[in-house]
């Protein structure tokens, strides 16, 4: 017997107060009584949101009349059983105020939504076939509105969606229909091919972007990765939903497209010159997402096979599925010549100086770190620094530490290209997760190396890795200095970098000079020795002294005023610097291009 589909439809009800109004119709409920539940978290971003907070009513029906909901816990409820051969609607109000990638928004300008935000699993039914219908808000205001997703339409069926237009979309299961997510509105579009595969770039918000320049761009960015994996591409379209806004930065990757919150002014303007820094910024980003097309959509860790939508879904792998997209976003703009070799030194020494400056990085693993990003790297506070690193700027490191290794092992004959078109040919296509040790073993076969150690020392410890050893075979020097000459507080501060405001502390590194003092983050640093210091001031003032030098300083905790004596640190060494020695280098020509 054909499995009948779960009916969803979505309208923005009131654009105004931020509601949507959403339906989930299921044709063969449980005889004991249906079971629905939103999604606790989603997925690509390791947090239990609890989406199902921002539900606003709830009622079902079946056969014209009431069926009672009973809420069984946080996001879950069950109706009570409905007579056979009815089927069962349950309706919801839900508030969307949330302008980030993750959630759903929802206003008189436009439309988002994740399906995660919006539609209720329909508990044991979660394979069946999926139709979704868009429906527009009502009133003359709405009229220009479209939309664009990577949903399929519903093909054949009364009332299927045309290109961007309202409709009937259709998913294959649930799991694909929470994957896609909707930008409903006045956007721009623009549209390009790579490789043979339709894509759409729709940009929400007030802008003024070289759509040529920007489609070009993305073009051989995206072409470099469908080649860099091989042929064919593993969707029939791809769609960037780009949010622009006046200060932003963010993105979330989904099987057929991509979810982008970026500044405006990181968009490409008419007769802009090169790739400025904003820019390289935003196609850095778009480059990130669209890499876990394959690593992490389809190359998935395998705690993730099948996710767990309603808790943590725990894996030490973070590191690899976005420490190794962290790496190659920015190698694929050079790879595909968007940027200059000396561009991705640049990128890479800066990425090097983030993870060198926490300490965190000597107190927690990568695989550690991987693990508890549900509770630690997604919740950071003022002791984050001290007690996290990064699984993404680390991991990147890893990666670049573990390409040099295996080039420079095989006189270049095998690079962590060959292991990431390895997991893709044995994982990305068969659906088989990957194994807490499978990239070891995968690098080790491939390579004839014996492997280890390095992933005992760079996954599993907390030493800095060797990179300046690593990278001289290649002809690339490393070399580090102090961005600022004067003293050190050990601590970073808020306001940093300018104003008349007045100098906070954002944290306190372990170890450091302001924590010996007996300060602590949220202080706010009034004055050393007698005379007031503000963002603007403080290094100034702090270049007057030397290292080893006693200061007095004075402070607020709270409303209480703090008086103590601080030894200065001396400068913090945090500016990195990567370059080539400009002779031919065949490992390096291998690895980052003739030009390089």
Same mark, same amino acid.
Not at 236 to 263: I, M, N, P, Q, W
Not at 419 to 429: F, I, T, Y
């Given at each position: ?345 640049? #990128?890479? =020494?800066?990425? /090097? &100086?983030?993870? +060198? %400056? ?6 927690? *693993? $990568? ?29 990147? #490191?890893? =990666?670049?530490? /573990? &390409?040099?290794? +295996? %080039? ?6 095998? *690079? $962590? ?180």
């Amino acid at each position: 017997m054909k499995t009948p589909p779960i009916r969803y439809a979505i309208r923005p009800a009131d654009p105004a107060a931020h509601l949507y109004e959403v339906s989930c119709r299921v044709e063969r409920p449980d005889p004991a009584g249906q079971r629905f539940a939103l999604p606790a978290w989603i997925p690509g971003s390791y947090l239990i949101r609890d989406f199902a907070r921002h539900v606003v009513a709830i009622a079902a029906e079946a056969g014209g009349k009431p069926v009672a909901l009973q809420k069984l816990d946080k996001h879950t409820w069950q109706a009570a059983a409905v007579p056979a051969k009815q089927a069962l609607t349950v309706r919801c109000t839900v508030y969307a105020w949330d302008l980030s990638v993750r959630g759903a928004h929802l206003d008189r300008t436009h439309g988002f939504f994740n399906g995660t935000s919006v539609f209720l699993r329909a508990l044991g039914h979660e394979d069946a076939p999926c139709r979704v219908d868009i429906r527009p808000p009502q009133g003359r205001d709405y009229a220009g509105w479209r939309v664009a997703t990577a949903l399929e339409p519903a093909r054949g069926e009364k009332g299927a969606a045309k290109a961007h237009g309202f409709g009937v979309y259709a998913a294959a299961d649930y799991d694909e229909l929470i994957d896609h997510p909707v930008e409903m509105g006045t956007f721009a579009l623009a549209s390009f091919k790579a490789c043979g595969v339709p894509h759409e770039v729709a940009i929400t918000g007030r802008h003024d972007c070289d759509l040529d320049r920007l489609t070009a761009d993305l073009k051989t960015i995206c072409e470099w990765q469908i080649r860099f994996f091989g042929e064919p591409a593993p969707m029939k379209k791809y769609v960037f939903l780009v949010t622009a806004v006046g200060d932003g930065y963010g993105g979330l990757e989904h099987r057929a497209s991509t979810a982008l919150l970026c500044s405006r002014d990181d968009l490409p303007h008419k007769g802009m010159d090169g790739v400025p820094e904003r820019y390289r910024t935003f196609l850095g980003l778009a480059s990130h997402e669209y890499f876990h097309t394959w690593n992490v959509k389809r190359i998935k860790p395998a705690a993730f096979v099948p996710y767990d939508l309603a808790r943590e879904n725990h894996t030490t792998l973070l590191w690899a599925f976005e420490g190794f997209t962290s790496y190659y976003d920015d190698l694929a703009l050079l790879r595909a010549g968007v940027i200059a070799p000396k561009d991705w030194l640049e #990128l890479a =020494a800066k990425n /090097l &100086d983030g993870v +060198l %400056r926490g300490p965190g990085r000597l107190t927690q *693993s $990568l695989a550690e770190s991987s693990f508890d990003a549900w509770s630690k790297y997604y919740r950071q506070d003022e002791n984050t620094p001290n007690a996290v690193v990064s699984y993404y700027a680390k991991g990147a #490191l890893v =990666a670049l530490a /573990l &390409d040099l290794t +295996l %080039r420079s092992g095989t006189q270049g004959k095998v *690079s $962590l290209d060959d292991v990431m078109r390895a997991l893709w040919r044995r994982h990305g296509q068969t659906g088989v997760g990957v194994g807490d040790e499978t990239i070891r073993e995968i690098a080790e076969e491939l390579s004839g190396l014996k492997l280890r150690r390095f992933f005992a020392d760079a996954v599993h410890g907390t030493a800095d890795l060797p990179l300046a050893k690593l990278l001289k075979p290649f002809g690339i020097a490393l070399s580090r200095a102090a961005a600022n000459a004067a003293p050190s507080l050990g601590a970073r501060i808020n306001g940093e970098g300018g104003g008349s405001g007045e100098v906070r502390l954002a944290t306190v590194y372990r170890g450091g000079a302001a924590e010996r003092a007996g300060l602590a983050a949220g202080d706010a640093l009034l004055a050393i020795d007698g005379i007031r210091v503000t963002p603007a001031t403080l290094d100034r003032r702090l270049a007057r002294y030397r290292p080893g030098d006693g200061v007095v300083v004075h402070a607020f905790r709270r409303d209480e005023l703090l008086c103590c004596e601080l030894r200065l640190d001396p400068p913090a060494v945090d500016a990195s610097r990567l370059v080539s020695d400009g002779r031919r280098n065949a490992l390096r020509a291998g690895w980052l291009g003739k030009a390089a």
